[in-house]
């Protein structure tokens, strides 16, 4: 499923790797530039190591998207960085800013000199030439949103770019980056990448990935026109919701089912390709009780933990709260087990793991229920009450819940809302719904939420490299 071999990458743009998936990507040797775009499998392993970027990026997404709002809190109190991210005192020269700022402009970098690369590539040759601009494009699309969401106005990287040229990148307004990058990165990646993979290929991005990360956009700059459409052709793509929830969640089955869109992708194996959310989230409990019994070797972080106001949201019979925010777990021999600590914790990364940080959970970047909730948005938006009612109904049908009917818009824009904490929570996006929706000051603000913490601030070094306000200023508030 998520095999690949020999992967072939430049140093310090990209890596190499000879293991057993694409999301494999271990240095062990170094090659030239022009040496490695030749091939179609040159430039296939190129794109990998834009994945790789990722995959390091996301490891810590749940701190942005999470831990920020107001679904989760650092419980255990014994870490100062999560602690100021949960009270809106963080740092600029914070460690999480730096990578992330890293991260994403590396991605870019290597988004970019594969397009330059392939530019003069002969299709004969490269006979998988649209693929790889379409998984590049579509990649750093996924970059430049993230960034803009996360720091608002940023450098605009085009082309591979030297250190000289990086002196004098100046921060370009966020609708510029949408209209010039995103936006249009995304309607070519749709247009060039296929409808599903197979084998050896599957967990790259597809065809209803573009178009559902567009739509997603749409929704951020609340073109609701343009988003109702993209969502209505992602509805005919073939996807579906599983029958039961708890199954996204199971990863004993195959993470690349009807309801998958695009992830993130981790395999175990003590490769370091796995991801740390099964040790992150799991709580601490006496004598490793709760490691056991989930089958969790390396300890538990204890991190991203639900609040109570999130377990008291959910009607009780709604089987998505026990998956989202648990109070315990029932042992092998029908016995509740709580924890001391804490009260709650997630169930949605709870993956065997046999080493710290080797798990197989996936981070689900973008999934089928996502789209049917912001499709009925979008059309509740455009006055199409009715049929929006349709798609947040099948959510809730999922879920074995009631069924809405006669609301009025406000009334259904509410239960949308609603239904996203439900369905959504602890995978990253409740944070970007609050702020996309205009509703972090009412929500956020009786917890400590400023108007300035909209945004991170720019990290500290990067300002002091750059040493030029004119070219890279702090964001309002971090000074």
């Given at each position: 499923?998520k095999?690949i071999a020999?992967?072939i990458?430049f140093?310090s743009?990209?890596?190499?790797?000879?293991?057993?998936?694409f999301?494999e990507l271990n240095?062990?040797?170094?090659?030239?530039?022009?040496?490695?775009?030749k091939?179609?499998?040159?430039?296939?392993d190129a794109v990998?190591?834009?994945?790789?970027?990722l995959?390091?990026?996301y490891q810590?997404f749940?701190i942005?998207?999470?831990?920020?709002?107001?679904?989760?809190?650092?419980?255990?109190g014994?870490?100062?960085?999560?602690?100021?991210?949960d009270k809106?005192?963080?740092?600029?020269?914070?460690?999480l800013?730096?990578?992330t700022?890293r991260?994403?402009?590396?991605?870019?970098?290597?988004?970019?000199?594969?397009?330059?690369k392939i530019?003069?590539?002969?299709?004969?040759v490269?006979?998988?030439?649209?693929?790889?601009?379409?998984?590049?494009?579509f990649?750093?699309a996924?970059?430049?949103f993230?960034?803009?969401?996360?720091?608002?106005?940023?450098p605009l990287?085009?082309?591979?770019?030297?250190?000289?040229?990086?002196?004098t990148?100046v921060?370009?307004?966020?609708?510029?980056?949408?209209d010039?990058?995103?936006?249009?990165?995304?309607?070519?990646?749709?247009?060039?990448?296929?409808?599903k993979?197979?084998?050896?290929d599957?967990?790259?991005?597809?065809?209803?990935?573009?178009?559902?990360?567009?739509g997603?956009?749409?929704?951020?700059?609340?073109?609701f026109?343009?988003?109702?459409?993209?969502?209505?052709?992602?509805?005919?793509?073939?996807?579906?919701?599983?029958p039961n929830?708890?199954?996204?969640?199971?990863y004993?089955?195959?993470?690349h089912?009807?309801?998958?869109?695009f992830?993130?992708?981790?395999?175990?194996g003590?490769?370091?390709?796995?991801?740390?959310?099964?040790?992150?989230?799991?709580?601490?409990?006496?004598?490793?009780l709760?490691?056991?019994?989930?089958?969790?070797?390396?300890?538990?972080?204890?991190?991203?933990t639900?609040?109570?106001?999130?377990f008291?949201?959910f009607?009780?019979?709604d089987?998505?709260?026990d998956?989202?925010?648990?109070?315990?777990?029932?042992?092998?021999?029908?016995?509740?087990q709580?924890?001391?600590q804490?009260?709650?914790?997630t169930?949605?990364?709870l993956?065997?793991t046999?080493?710290?940080?080797?798990?197989?959970?996936?981070?689900k970047?973008?999934?089928?229920?996502?789209?049917?909730?912001?499709?009925a948005e979008?059309?509740?938006?455009?006055?199409?009450?009715?049929?929006a009612l349709?798609?947040?109904?099948?959510?809730?049908?999922?879920?074995?819940?009631?069924?809405?009917?006669?609301?009025?818009?406000d009334q259904?824009?509410?239960?949308i809302?609603?239904?996203?904490?439900?369905?959504l929570?602890?995978?990253?996006?409740r944070w970007?719904?609050?702020?996309?929706?205009?509703?972090?000051?009412s929500?956020?603000?009786?917890l400590?939420?400023?108007?300035?913490?909209?945004?991170?601030?720019?990290?500290?070094?990067?300002?002091?490299?750059?040493?030029?306000?004119?070219v890279?200023?702090?964001?309002?508030?971090?000074?």
């Amino acid at each position: 499923m998520k095999k690949i071999a020999c992967l072939i990458l430049f140093v310090s743009m990209l890596t190499m790797s000879c293991q057993k998936s694409f999301i494999e990507l271990n240095p062990v040797s170094t090659v030239s530039v022009e040496a490695v775009y030749k091939t179609d499998k040159d430039f296939q392993d190129a794109v990998v190591g834009v994945y790789s970027m990722l995959r390091n990026q996301y490891q810590d997404f749940w701190i942005f998207g999470d831990l920020r709002a107001d679904d989760s809190w650092h419980a255990l109190g014994n870490d100062a960085f999560l602690i100021s991210v949960d009270k809106f005192n963080m740092n600029s020269d914070a460690a999480l800013m730096i990578s992330t700022w890293r991260n994403y402009y590396s991605a870019i970098n290597r988004a970019n000199l594969i397009l330059s690369k392939i530019e003069a590539a002969d299709a004969a040759v490269v006979t998988n030439k649209d693929r790889h601009v379409g998984e590049a494009k579509f990649l750093r699309a996924l970059a430049y949103f993230d960034l803009v969401r996360i720091y608002g106005d940023v450098p605009l990287n085009l082309k591979p770019t030297t250190i000289e040229e990086g002196y004098t990148k100046v921060r370009e307004k966020v609708d510029k980056i949408y209209d010039e990058v995103i936006i249009k990165d995304l309607l070519e990646a749709e247009a060039k990448l296929p409808a599903k993979y197979t084998g050896v290929d599957v967990g790259r991005a597809t065809k209803g990935a573009a178009k559902a990360i567009l739509g997603r956009v749409y929704m951020t700059r609340k073109d609701f026109v343009k988003a109702e459409a993209k969502f209505q052709e992602v509805t005919t793509l073939g996807y579906s919701l599983l029958p039961n929830y708890k199954d996204l969640f199971d990863y004993t089955k195959d993470e690349h089912h009807s309801e998958y869109i695009f992830d993130i992708e981790y395999q175990d194996g003590n490769l370091g390709a796995g991801s740390g959310f099964s040790n992150k989230f799991l709580p601490k409990s006496a004598n490793s009780l709760a490691e056991t019994f989930y089958g969790i070797k390396g300890g538990a972080g204890e991190q991203n933990t639900p609040t109570l106001a999130l377990f008291d949201s959910f009607d009780p019979s709604d089987p998505r709260r026990d998956v989202t925010v648990a109070k315990g777990y029932t042992d092998n021999n029908g016995v509740f087990q709580g924890f001391l600590q804490i009260a709650t914790f997630t169930k949605k990364y709870l993956a065997i793991t046999n080493s710290l940080n080797d798990s197989k959970a996936n981070w689900k970047v973008i999934r089928y229920a996502d789209v049917l909730l912001m499709y009925a948005e979008a059309l509740n938006e455009n006055g199409k009450i009715d049929v929006a009612l349709t798609y947040l109904n099948q959510v809730r049908t999922r879920a074995k819940m009631p069924t809405f009917s006669g609301l009025t818009k406000d009334q259904l824009r509410t239960k949308i809302y609603d239904e996203r904490i439900y369905e959504l929570s602890m995978e990253g996006v409740r944070w970007f719904d609050l702020a996309r929706t205009d509703r972090l000051a009412s929500v956020m603000g009786p917890l400590g939420f400023k108007a300035f913490n909209a945004l991170f601030p720019i990290p500290l070094v990067e300002i002091q490299i750059i040493n030029n306000p004119s070219v890279l200023a702090q964001n309002p508030g971090y000074n």
